[in-house]
């Protein structure tokens, strides 16, 4: 798993090393790191020229240091210096060096975006091979004021690529929301451990390609606040059938999805969770919904029934249960979800179910009492009904912050989906999905990924872990299929078990390297 941690916790880990090493040595081991991560960004580094964008705190200073080092070894370094006061030693390091210093401070800017910038800050940063944000570190909050905002809009138009200091200006390290102009990097060099704002949009999609840097930080850290994971973390939590395995032990999921208007989302429901891997599906639903589900997938176990009367999960044997996925919202619907509720097995509710529970006060609490495993998958509309005082655009902005908010609240595992699919459960880090693509906004892929969820829960994994691997496994395979061409919910059925079939490989190459 990549760790990551806020900044009140990256700063108290910081000044406890800092308190054992000579001044200076961590700054000059950031710089480092961030040098090597530049010349690699250019063509070559003799005669490449580099812009730094400096401001007034550390990363301004992590910036100067490394552009000294390049600028020592033959690079033409220019640093536009942004604010009111910059890092001594780094600048005197520069100029020491040969690197040149374009602006002096806040009064050599406009004071409005807009008004242009002078002449040679323009060409500084479009006539150059590569541009490096050091306006603002990880304490930055509240979105960009002059001249850092202008500076950030130009850089992120320079045709030069654009490599961040710790974090993008402009973007809040612990939550990833951006309030205002924020600088779109090409690639990010973070110190010490990761931040949360790195892996959760919209700062993800500003930071490009994240590389850490070792400074030495790691033995003053606790627990993460946010992982990441990596597909060996998912390998490792995937269930593996053994030869004593038969279908009951591998899980048998209850699948209450569909509708005579949604026939669709049984079927791909249905279908996530087979091709996810669980032993059984039981499907209850309508005649007509049953006879299209069968016929796609004979495998399943069918069971007739009426949504707006069923009061039980059927009979046999059921490990987990999925419901909601294109159900109804009729009242009526809320007595097949509450039995569902009052069982002991593990449940996930999705799109229906979670607008019946978020009218319902007994119903949320319901939730709340459980003591088996509970997940909800919820995007961004649907957790604004689920939350008091939240609208869907503030949960875009701040995606961390309210499915954290929504799993307190229910005492459950939440999964949010949307261009970061963001996972939080009570006492647990957070987790953000790094895989997937913008193809996923399509009609059906929820009900895909819930029914690779409830898989999942029904072959024995926590709620916690089960969403971590469903939305991996689910991103992964939009990612395979039809190679980057354009995808429909029915294509993620047969890219899951190629996304799985990849984690393992993974995981292989890790445990016996160049086998």
Known sequence: MRSAHVVSVVRTAEQALMSRLPEGVL??????????????????????????????????????FAGADLAARGAFVRAVLAGSRTHPGGLAALRAAGGRVVGGGDAAFPESLGVPLPEEVETALFDTDLVVDGLLGIGGRGGLREPFAALASLASNSPAPVLAVDLPSGVDADTGEVAGHAVRADATVTFGTYKPGLFVDPGAERAGRVHLVDIGLAPELPGADLVCPQAVDVARLLPSPVAEDDKYRRGVLAVRAGSDQYRGAAVLCVGGALRT?????????????????????????GLNL?????TDLGPGRVSAAVVGSGRGTDPANAGELRAVLESECPVLLDADALTLLAGSASLAELVRRRTAHTLLTPHAGELSRLLPDADRAEIEARRLEHATRAASLYGAT???????????HPGAPAAANPTGTPLLATAGSGDVLSGAAGALLASGLPAWEAALCAAYLHGRAAELARDGAPISASDLLEALPLAAVEVRHAAAEVSFPGA
């Open 277 to 301: 891997g669980v032993g059984m599906v039981r499907y209850g639903g309508g005649e007509d919904v049953l006879a299209q589900v069968i016929a796609r997938w004979p495998e399943t176990v």
């Open 27 to 64: 700054m000059r081991r950031a710089a480092m790191g961030l040098a090597v991560h530049c010349s690699r960004m250019l063509p070559r580094v003799y005669g490449s020229r580099v812009t730094l964008l400096v401001g007034g705190g550390d990363n301004g200073g992590d910036a100067l």
């Open 306 to 310: 009426d949504p707006l009367n069923s």
């Open 414 to 424: 939440v999964l949010l989906k949307g261009s970061t699919t963001v996972i939080a």
